[in-house]
Nanobody
Framework: QVQLVESGGGSVQAGGSLRISCAASGYTVTSNNMGWFRQAPGKEREGVAAIVADGSTKYADSVKGRFTISLDNAKNTLYLQMNSLKPEDTAMYYC?????????????????????WGQGTQVAVSS
């Protein structure tokens, strides 16, 4: 059974950093095609960062230069390093994977490109 489990969320002050993780089980993440999404209360879920099959990454404009997505194949784990956090980064963060097909770079931040989702980890940034 394929499963994604996020961890590492928490509370931090503005300007601080957090690294959240997504451990995959039941499949091997070497094919990339994974992403991070977030949903704040009352808002739509939005794509934050993604990594596609050739290793290319894509970021939402709001996090460019502050967030970094990476994949540790040996640990079968996806990471999101978040620096210079802002209160508007407060949200539930979800990781997602596309299994069985590829995700094009131009669509990598779209929810409907992914078929496996984790349960989420909460990030709260105070001012």
């Amino acid at each position: 059974q394929v499963q994604l489990v996020e961890s590492g969320g928490g509370s931090v002050q503005a300007g601080g950093s957090l690294r959240i993780s997504c451990a995959a089980s039941g499949y091997t993440v070497t094919s990339n095609n994974m992403g991070w999404f977030r949903q704040a209360p009352g808002k739509e879920r939005e794509g934050v960062a993604a990594i596609v099959a050739d290793g290319s990454t894509k970021y939402a404009d709001s996090v460019k230069g502050r967030f970094t997505i990476s994949l540790d194949n040996a640990k079968n784990t996806l990471y999101l390093q978040m620096n210079s956090l802002k209160p508007e980064d407060t949200a539930m963060y979800y990781c997602a994977a596309a299994i069985g097909y590829g995700v094009p770079w131009y669509g990598a931040l779209s929810n409907n490109r992914y078929n496996i989702w984790g349960q989420g980890t909460q990030v709260a940034v105070s001012s």
